[in-house]
């Protein structure tokens, strides 16, 4: 697909997001990548997560990526800000009838949904690296608490053993 059609993809899902009143929008965010839709960010529950998708498929995802953690209700003690659950099916990939089927995920995805996902955490300034199930993350944070909660999210993924967090704390000017 082309990028002007991605685009159109991404801003129509997103517009029908914004309409749904059974949908916080704000907190999710809507990418169109070589046609696959990825899903990323928070929602307060599953069935919110699941009428996310539903839109989404109805207004023109053939392949979709839900990468879409759940908030609970108890804040982070530090932050304040809600914490993030990862369902079950976390990374569930999803076709239209008759599409192929959404590209395996890779770890470097999954950790950088759970950090987009975590609002505690600037993922735009993380780099995610994964080898044999080993975590390597680089770049900044603005605070040490953001830096300690980019580590702690990162573990949650499936199948990382351990995190290595070289993360600078800087203040951004």
């Known amino acids: 697909m082309s990028l002007l059609a991605d685009g159109a993809t991404t801003v129509k899902i997103k517009a029908a997001l914004i309409a749904d009143e059974r949908v916080s929008a704000a907190s999710i ?3 169109t990548r070589n046609g696959v839709v990825w899903l990323l960010g928070s929602v307060c529950n599953a069935a919110e997560r699941d009428r996310t998708e539903a839109v989404a498929l109805d ?7 839900n990468l879409l953690a759940l908030e609970v209700a108890v ?12 369902p079950a099916d ?3 990939t999803t076709a239209a009838p008759g599409a192929p089927p959404p ?3 890779s770890p470097e995805d999954m950790v950088h949904a759970v950090l987009v996902a975590d609002r505690r955490v600037n993922a735009h300034l993380v780099v995610v690296r994964v080898e044999n199930g080993v975590v390597h993350l680089s770049g900044r944070q603005d605070t040490v608490q953001a830096r300690a909660a980019a580590a702690e999210s990162a573990a ?5 053993v351990s995190v290595r967090n070289d993360l600078e704390v ?4």
Do not use: E, K, T
């Not at 207004?59 to 990526?65: E, F, H, I, N, W």
């Not at 949650?156 to 990382?160: A, D, K, S, W, Y």
């Not at 800087?170 to 000017?173: A, E, I, L, T, Y």
């Open 156 to 160: 949650r993924v499936p199948g990382i």
């Open 29 to 31: 965010n809507v990418d």
């Open 170 to 173: 800087r203040s951004s000017v």
């Open 75 to 86: 804040p982070d003690a530090d932050s304040g800000s809600p914490r993030i659950v990862l």
């Open 90 to 92: 976390f990374g569930r």
């Open 103 to 105: 590209p395996a995920l």
């Open 59 to 65: 207004r023109g995802a053939r392949q979709l990526v």
